[in-house]
Nanobody
Framework: QVHLVESGGGMVQPGESLRLSCAAS????????MGWYRQAPGQQRDFVARLSPGANIDYADSVKGRFTVSRDNAKNTVYLQMNNLKPEDTAVYYCKIYYRGRDWWGQGTQVTVSS
């Protein structure tokens, strides 16, 4: 059984930063593909970033240059550093890991960017 727990969300003003964490149990991030996704109210869940076991990283165009994914294998935790946040970044952020033929999702953490 895989369990993912996101944390670090909150309410910030435009231009500020947040760092989200996703802690995993049941499988290591270091050997599995993982991703960050977000879902705004009334919208579909969208891709934000992904990190491969080989540390290849992809970002959605909307966050390139502002968001950074990193991994701490010792803590089995993945981070999403979000800088220069914009109101359109407001959403629930989820992490996902692909393991044993299926996706496993966390419960999400709310990020609100508002002045």
């Amino acid at each position: 059984q895989v369990h993912l727990v996101e944390s670090g969300g909150g309410m910030v003003q435009p231009g500020e930063s947040l760092r989200l964490s996703c802690a995993a149990s049941g499988t290591p991030f270091s050997t599995n593909h993982m991703g960050w996704y977000r879902q705004a109210p009334g919208q579909q869940r969208d891709f934000v970033a992904r990190l491969s076991p080989g540390a290849n990283i992809d970002y959605a165009d909307s966050v390139k240059g502002r968001f950074t994914v990193s991994r701490d294998n010792a803590k089995n935790t993945v981070y999403l550093q979000m800088n220069n946040l914009k109101p359109e970044d407001t959403a629930v952020y989820y992490c996902k890991i692909y393991y044993r033929g299926r996706d496993w999702w966390g419960q999400g953490t709310q990020v609100t960017v508002s002045s």
